[in-house]
């Protein structure tokens, strides 16, 4: 439970290709080497931390093999899904709908057409300071942040939006204009290992049956993504 979210998701692949398209054409490779590499740098270095007693003992029970039958597996497949339906679908649509009013109203509870203005655009301009030392600092960075802990997917929708980007080349320009390349690659190293979405944080308190523990766990998470990229910020500025 502590060392799965360290790995990078499916989800935040179209994060790696945006930025890594806009930003590093020619160090591609290189550049997602380096985040892959850096959550199994850290993966390896908390499990060690976190040894356990080598003497406890291992027991794996074996199923029972038996032939495939379609109808056990499609009625098996459509409980699952369900379950997985009712239980996480409804946290993400609860806090989808949370950030699209934050993304439309004011304090006034008035529509906004200029995301600045919204409610999220201004929480997201106080929260600069707090970011600005780990080199995220522009208001829509930090509102896709926020927007990401319901799924990393909608980080790239988020800035899409708030960069008022309706294609492939205004969405390029509109990053180009927010951040460099040294933002960039803060950005997508703090993405890669900050606190994970609604839906791992609902399975890990389902697992660990405990909300101090998974508030612990979140919160430290995104403590080492905050050092981390706060280090990685300050090298890059001084190589500058």
Same mark, same amino acid.
């Given at each position: 439970?502590?060392?799965?979210?360290?790995?990078?998701?499916?989800?935040?692949?179209?994060?790696?290709?945006?930025?890594?398209?806009?930003?590093?054409?020619?160090?591609?490779?290189?550049?997602?080497?380096?985040?892959?590499?850096?959550?199994?740098?850290?993966?390896?270095?908390?499990?060690?931390?976190?040894?356990?007693? &080598?003497?406890?003992?291992?027991?794996?029970?074996?199923?029972?093999?038996?032939?495939?039958?379609?109808?056990?597996?499609?009625?098996?497949?459509?409980?699952?899904?369900? &379950?997985?339906?009712?239980?996480?679908?409804?946290?993400?649509?609860?806090?989808?709908?949370?950030?699209?009013? *934050?993304?439309?109203?004011?304090?006034?509870?008035?529509?906004?057409?200029?995301?600045?203005?919204?409610?999220?655009?201004?929480? #997201?301009?106080? *929260?600069?300071?707090?970011?600005?030392?780990?080199?995220?600092?522009?208001?829509?960075?930090?509102?896709? *942040?926020?927007?990401?802990?319901?799924?990393?997917?909608?980080?790239?929708?988020?800035?899409?939006?708030?960069?008022?980007?309706?294609?492939?080349?205004?969405?390029?320009?509109?990053?180009?204009?927010? #951040?460099?390349?040294?933002?960039?690659?803060?950005?997508?190293?703090?993405?890669?290992?900050? #606190?994970?979405?609604?839906?791992?944080?609902?399975?890990?308190?389902?697992? *660990?049956?405990?909300?101090?523990?998974?508030?612990?766990?979140?919160?430290?998470?995104?403590?080492?993504?905050?050092?981390?990229?706060?280090?990685?910020?300050?090298?890059?500025?001084?190589?500058?």
């Amino acid at each position: 439970i502590r060392l799965i979210p360290m790995i990078s998701c499916s989800a935040k692949i179209p994060i790696y290709n945006l930025f890594v398209f806009v930003f590093f054409k020619e160090k591609a490779g290189f550049v997602f080497l380096f985040i892959y590499g850096l959550g199994l740098f850290l993966l390896i270095i908390v499990s060690l931390l976190n040894k356990e007693d &080598e003497n406890i003992p291992y027991v794996l029970e074996l199923p029972v093999y038996r032939f495939l039958s379609w109808h056990s597996l499609l009625k098996n497949m459509i409980l699952k899904s369900k &379950e997985f339906i009712k239980k996480v679908t409804g946290l993400v649509f609860l806090f989808s709908m949370i950030i699209w009013f *934050l993304e439309h109203f004011n304090l006034s509870l008035q529509w906004v057409d200029d995301y600045q203005m919204s409610l999220l655009g201004q929480l #997201c301009q106080r *929260l600069i300071f707090i970011f600005k030392p780990i080199g995220i600092d522009d208001y829509r960075l930090i509102a896709a *942040l926020i927007a990401g802990i319901s799924g990393k997917e909608l980080i790239v929708t988020t800035l899409s939006l708030l960069t008022q980007s309706y294609h492939d080349f205004t969405i390029h320009s509109g990053l180009l204009s927010i #951040c460099s390349s040294l933002n960039a690659l803060c950005f997508l190293v703090f993405v890669s290992l900050y #606190c994970p979405c609604i839906v791992a944080i609902a399975t890990m308190k389902k697992e *660990l049956k405990s909300t101090k523990d998974t508030i612990f766990l979140v919160v430290f998470q995104t403590v080492m993504a905050y050092t981390l990229t706060m280090i990685i910020y300050m090298l890059g500025s001084m190589l500058k």
